[in-house]
């Protein structure tokens, strides 16, 4: 099993751009989330999903969008990228039995640059 | 809202000495407790959780944390520390019920030297 598999592992964009970090999983998980990690800020939750079609806001949803048409696949777009857009993104997936959705299996991570 | 607070922002300690690291959530409710770790150049990855029974709980490597529900806190431990524990850790809570999002707290370094 591969996991949960992000791309692109590095990203350098100039503001105003927008790009597509791709995630997909292959543990057939319902839940996947997409976390954003600043030094010093920890992790803070940009979307989530509880199922294919279903997607919701996290607590730092600006700028940001999903969508989710499979379970695999998690795409997160950035629109009109900014400097504060610059950190590391987190996809994550876990399984649908209650308590045991809270356990997390992360994504290498992706590092995206704004200037 | 949910919050989490984790006290030290990087730990040093020298090989063999004893860690504890402090984690405060402020749910009053329910609450599903984990550390998860990162080591460098790796995937976060889960180290130990609660989410009720005994409030020792055992995870990997020979870490343990203690649940003290009158104190709202979830505290990381070690007996001993190895030069591999170096890594980031994080504190995580969920409030329960069907709210399946974990909030972190800003993370621990800890630096262990040999």
């Known amino acids: 099993n591969a996991g949960v598999t992000q791309t692109p592992k590095f990203r350098i964009l100039k503001i105003g751009q927008s790009m597509t970090l791709q995630c997909t999983q292959d543990?057939?998980?319902?839940?996947m989330y997409w976390y954003r990690q600043d030094p010093g800020m920890g992790l803070k939750l940009i979307y989530y999903s509880v199922g294919a079609g279903i997607t919701d806001k996290g607590e730092v949803p600006n700028g940001y969008n999903v969508s989710r048409s499979t379970t695999e696949d998690f795409p997160l777009r950035l629109e009109l990228a900014a400097p504060s857009q610059t950190s590391v993104y987190f996809c994550?997936?876990?399984?649908?039995?209650?308590?045991?959705?809270?356990?997390?299996?992360f994504g290498a991570g992706s590092r995206l640059t704004v200037l | 809202a949910q919050s989490v607070s984790q006290h030290n922002h990087h730990v040093i300690l020298s090989e063999a000495a004893s860690l504890e690291l402090g984690c405060n959530y402020s749910y009053g409710g329910t609450v599903n407790l984990f550390w998860y770790v990162q080591y460098p150049g790796q995937h976060l990855q889960l180290l130990l959780k609660?989410?009720?029974?005994?409030?020792l709980v055992k995870g990997i490597k020979g870490f343990e944390a203690e649940f003290i529900k009158s104190k709202f806190s979830f505290n990381l431990r070690k007996p001993s520390v190895q030069w591999s524990d170096t890594a980031e850790y994080f504190c995580a809570v969920n409030s329960g019920g069907s709210n399946y999002k974990l909030t972190f707290g800003k993370g621990t370094l800890l630096t262990v030297n040999p």
């Open positions: 609660y989410f009720s029974g005994d409030p």
């Open positions: 994550a997936s876990s399984y649908p039995v209650k308590k045991e959705a809270n356990v997390l299996t």
């Open positions: 543990m057939n998980h319902n839940y």
